[in-house]
């Protein structure tokens, strides 16, 4: 008889994955990662004045924060559904960053100088679990062996 905990041990690895469970899941999500950091980082060279300081902001403003709230609404799911340690850490650190992208749009650089260097700092961070989720989904290299 098979205990329920060894037979957790015998599956492999790629089944603690909720999200991410297979590599072109993964890879997508990586790509996703990249690009807001990219986007990101050129949130540097375009100051946000917030919503909240200047009174009434433009229709794009409001637009953005709808979008971010989505965006940070779905990552924070994802963090429940997700299975294991990686990929939850993961989903928490895009969903930072969206929600730091969310008060950035709202309070401002002024507000909230930090809020700019955090959702770089976090994004750079998903990208590193990003790739190394990535690679555990590598397929090993068989080698062929010759009798001499």
């Known amino acids: 008889m098979i205990h329920a905990s060894q037979a957790k041990l015998d599956q492999p690895v790629m089944n603690d994955f909720g999200v991410l469970n297979n590599r072109k899941r993964a890879l997508i999500a ?42 940070a609404s779905i990552l924070a799911w994802l963090v429940t559904i997700a299975r294991c340690a990686k990929e939850r850490v993961y989903f928490v650190l895009c969903a930072c960053s969206a929600t730091f992208g969310l008060l950035r749009t709202i309070f401002g650089d002024a507000s909230l100088p930090a809020a700019q260097y955090l959702r770089v700092i976090m994004l750079f ?24």
């Open 30 to 71: 990586l790509v996703h990662s990249f690009v807001f950091l990219g986007i990101a980082m050129h949130g540097f060279a375009s100051p946000k004045m917030g919503v909240l300081l200047r009174g009434s902001g433009a229709t794009g403003d409001f637009i953005l924060i709808g979008i971010y709230l989505v965006v």
């Open 125 to 148: 961070s998903a990208v590193v679990v990003g790739t190394w989720i990535l690679r555990s989904f590598s397929r090993p290299v068989t080698e062929d062996v010759l009798s001499d």
